[in-house]
């Protein structure tokens, strides 16, 4: 488990210590935290998927893999 310090207004202070036991304060953010990054994983995900489904995007993207080499002699890599 790591412990980390973060900042948050004072009222939200308050009223968390007044509503959420301290002993399920950490495991209370946790979950909350879980959520968020796990909707926002779900949309980075559509959105990939998205883009892949896009066909004019993938033909644009073709057409640059042709510049990748670009100045690199045939036995040079980057």
């Known amino acids: ?9 004072d009222h939200l202070a ?8 301290a002993r399920q304060r950490s495991r209370l953010i ?5 959520k ?11 959105a990939a998927l998205a883009v892949e489904k896009d066909v004019g995007l993938r033909h644009e993207m073709s057409e640059w893999d042709a510049t990748t080499e670009d100045g690199l002699k045939n036995d040079e890599s980057w």
């Open 1 to 9: 488990m790591t412990k980390i310090l973060v900042s948050i207004p």
């Open 14 to 21: 308050y009223r968390m210590k007044s509503a959420i036991p």
């Open 30 to 34: 946790a979950r909350l935290l879980e």
């Open 36 to 46: 968020i990054i796990q909707r926002r994983e779900k949309r980075l995900y559509e």
